[in-house]
């Protein structure tokens, strides 16, 4: 348990570290130009600020879902946290995507819960298509998600075998 608690805590600062530098290094956007670090063709870094959900659901809101999102994610943080410190020693690979979704979880609740906001500042594109951006929390809870998917195929794989053994 402890090296996934501890996984999870270096996502959360390392999330916390990059959205203070981006903050420090670039004004925020709005509506027209901003500042921006273009790092490929397809990849730059800005600022923007996410008052609501993934892809800015609920953003416009009116500021309850602040509130709402922060203890929606407590409540996931917790049930995550829990569920991490019941794994069996054989279930690794889940328990590093419970670490990973649980890391990002809580890098995106500091924000919500004392900006007001989640900083995001990675923007993919490709010419005038633009993804909606993200950050590292974001990505972390992305990848934990698809080895969620992954483990829940693996394990089923190694349970039809099982039974199919008995």
């Not at 800015?56 to 409540?75: E, H, K, M, N």
């Amino acid at each position: 348990m402890k090296p996934f608690i501890l996984l999870s805590i270096v996502i959360a600062i390392s999330d916390q570290f990059t959205k203070q530098m981006i903050v420090r290094t670039l004004d925020q956007c709005g509506f027209g130009f901003c500042d921006s670090i273009d790092l490929l063709p397809f990849l730059k870094l800005v600022l923007l600020y996410n008052d609501g959900a993934a892809f800015s659901i609920l953003s416009d809101a009116g500021g309850w879902q602040r509130w709402f999102l922060s203890i929606v994610s407590f409540a996931v943080s917790c049930f995550i946290f829990f569920w991490i410190r019941r794994l069996k020693s054989s279930e690794v690979l889940l328990g590093y995507a419970l670490a990973a979704i649980l890391g990002g979880a809580i890098g995106n609740l500091i924000d919500r819960v004392l900006l007001g906001h989640v900083v995001d500042f990675i923007l993919l594109f490709y010419e005038n298509f633009y993804f909606p951006a993200f950050n590292v929390a974001d990505a972390s809870i992305s990848v934990g998600a698809l080895l969620l998917i992954i483990d829940m195929f693996y394990n089923k794989k190694g349970r039809d075998e099982h039974e199919s053994k008995t």
